[in-house]
């Protein structure tokens, strides 16, 4: 089993800045895309980055400039850097991870997981 655990969320005041952390153990053999998504109170859960292996990122549209993804292999963990929080930015950031069990007769094996989220919260 593979365990992904979020940290880093709290509450800040506006403009502020926050870095999240996600952390990937257990039954590893390699992780390939990595990401974040946040889920607001109300509204459904959406995507705000992802990076692959090699490093290549991608965002949501109305995530560039403020949202910074990265990520280190050796430690198997993903960071989500944001910058000049608001009010708006309040939610609950999970990470998510496309983790590769093992290679059996030239068969990846593997799924996505995702971890349990860690609370963000924008005081204006």
């Known amino acids: 089993q593979v365990q992904l655990v979020e940290s880093g969320g709290g509450l800040v005041q506006a403009g502020g800045s926050l870095r999240l952390s996600c952390v990937a153990s257990?039954?590893?053999?390699?992780?390939?895309?990595m990401g974040w998504y946040r889920q607001a109170p109300g509204k459904q859960r959406e995507m705000v980055a992802s990076?692959?292996?090699?490093?290549?990122?991608k965002y949501e549209n109305s995530m560039k400039g403020r949202f910074n993804i990265s990520r280190d292999n050796a430690k198997n963990t993903v960071y989500l850097q944001i910058d000049s929080l608001h009010p708006g930015d309040t939610a609950v950031y999970y990470c998510?991870?496309?983790?590769?069990?093992?290679?059996?007769?030239?068969?990846?094996?593997?799924?996505?997981?995702w971890g349990q989220g860690t609370q963000v919260i924008v005081s204006s």
């Open positions: 998510t991870a496309q983790i590769v069990h093992s290679v059996v007769q030239g068969v990846i094996q593997g799924r996505p997981y």
């Open positions: 257990g039954q590893i053999f390699a992780i390939n895309d």
């Open positions: 990076i692959t292996s090699g490093g290549t990122t």
